[in-house]
């Protein structure tokens, strides 16, 4: 069975910093591109970024670059998602999910595979 578990989520202070993990059971990156989503109360689930599998190419949403890295440790099939300069508005449960298709790393919620559980993230002004 593959499994994702994202982990890392917490309450954290405007300005501040957190890494999310997403360690993948029953796959390998080497063939998957790994998306990271978020979505907040009442508001549509978003891409805020993905890696590919080969961890070459990495594509994030406007409001996050500069700000949040993708990045991939593949001896721990795990995948981070580092967040700088955390703001209210990065609130938000915080899903990763795998596409098989890993090559080209997507946006597209429906091209993934499979998700993980999510993880709560919640900045405070």
């Known amino acids: 069975d593959v499994q994702l578990q994202a982990s890392g989520g917490g309450l954290v202070q405007a300005g501040g910093s957190l890494r999310l993990s997403c360690e993948a059971f029953?796959?390998?990156?080497?063939?998957?591109?790994i998306g990271w989503f978020r979505q907040a109360p009442g508001k549509e689930r978003e891409a805020v970024g993905c890696?590919?599998?080969?961890?070459?190419?990495?594509i994030y949403i406007d409001s996050v670059k500069g700000r949040f890295t993708i990045s991939s440790d593949k001896a721990k099939n795990t995948v981070y998602l580092q967040m700088n300069s955390l703001k209210p508005e990065d609130t938000a449960v915080y899903y990763c999910?795998?596409?098989?298709?890993?090559?080209?790393?997507?946006?597209?919620?429906?091209?993934?595979?499979?998700w993980g559980q999510g993880t709560q993230v919640t900045v405070s002004s």
């Open positions: 890696i590919s599998s080969s961890a070459g190419t990495t």
């Open positions: 999910a795998a596409d098989s298709y890993g090559v080209a790393p997507t946006s597209s919620e429906y091209e993934y595979d499979y």
């Open positions: 029953g796959l390998t990156f080497d063939d998957y591109a």
